[in-house]
């Protein structure tokens, strides 16, 4: 049988996993940028709007890959 899920149901509303891990990544997207913000580290990057969108995908791709189990 596959173990791969299909769905995820949080209070009766089933949602795809990669959405799930999309909104987790983005809220862990979100805190990466406002510590690098309030450290001044942002001042390094070229682009940092760019800099988030790499960190959004990086976090949703390695949440998804630990939500799925693949």
């Not at 809220?27 to 510590?35: D, V």
């Not at 450290?39 to 940092?48: A, E, H």
């Given at each position: 049988?596959?173990?791969?899920?299909?769905?995820?149901?949080?209070?009766?509303?089933?949602?795809?996993?990669?959405?799930?891990?999309?909104?987790?990544?983005?809220?862990?997207?979100?805190?990466?940028?406002?510590?690098?913000?309030?450290?001044?580290?942002s001042k390094y990057f070229f682009y940092?709007?760019?800099?988030?969108?790499?960190?959004?995908?990086?976090?949703?791709?390695?949440?998804?890959?630990l939500l799925t189990g693949i």
């Amino acid at each position: 049988m596959n173990q791969i899920p299909h769905e995820i149901a949080f209070g009766g509303v089933y949602m795809p996993p990669l959405l799930v891990a999309s909104l987790v990544g983005a809220i862990a997207a979100g805190f990466t940028a406002k510590l690098l913000n309030r450290y001044r580290l942002s001042k390094y990057f070229f682009y940092p709007p760019l800099v988030f969108v790499a960190l959004l995908i990086i976090y949703t791709f390695f949440i998804d890959i630990l939500l799925t189990g693949i």
